[in-house]
């Protein structure tokens, strides 16, 4: 079993969430990649965005006809801040022995790894795919894993791979830069524009629907308005 795993805030999910997830899908080989959205993020904290069953019924709904997409609510119930190594390891524990974990991660956030809580056994729990974004370079990927992680990394075979015989690979995936995010999406709503072709039809209904992101006083929406 090979399982991508894509965490995040999801404040909307998009799509270029969706596009990235379908990519690694078709380039890692992937039985199920697993959407995971995050109770409480570390670099957030809960103030600034929505609660998290409007973020998890988004997903539900934005991954609707992808048989290979899955949202899980495993950081629901999680005391506290959700860390990205306590995750991995509960999903560890929970798939089979031989299966095989992938976790994306974006490059400008991989380059933060390194302020991460036991961020060094994120490397033996997973297979990091790092996902280019505009203005980072890939060529740096290998001087922070030796820097950060081991001196072991070297590039594999693969273009797209870095190799320590003691840990998990690294790969680069060669994504689509799709420029779009979850921000711009809420600033959009609360201005009373479009956000029709960011997200799916299903979410954009789930939005209006529930009102989410104006800036009414007293809507679910406002506590995930412009600026969160």
Known sequence: MRLGI????????????LRIAEEAVEFLALDTLLFIPAAIPPHKGA?????????????????????????????????????????????????????????LVGMDAFFEMGSWWHYRELFRLASIVVLHRRGYSEGSVGDFLRAKVSAGYFRGREELKFEDPALKPVYLLANTLIEVSSTRIRRLVAQGRSIR???????????????????????????GSVGS
């Open 6 to 17: 894509l965490g995040g805030t999801f404040d909307p999910v998009h799509v270029g969430h």
């Open 197 to 223: 072709y960011l997200v799916s039809e299903a979410v954009m209904g789930y939005i209006q629907q529930n009102r989410l992101y104006r800036l009414e006083a007293g809507k679910p929406g406002e506590k």
């Open 47 to 103: 103030t600034g965005i929505l609660p998290f069953e409007y973020r998890y019924e988004m997903l539900r709904l934005g991954i609707q006809g992808n048989p290979r997409f899955q949202v899980s609510a495993l950081e629901k119930d999680f005391p506290g801040k959700s860390y990205t190594v306590v995750t991995l390891g509960r999903l560890r524990e929970q798939s089979p022995p031989d299966a095989e974990l992938f976790f």
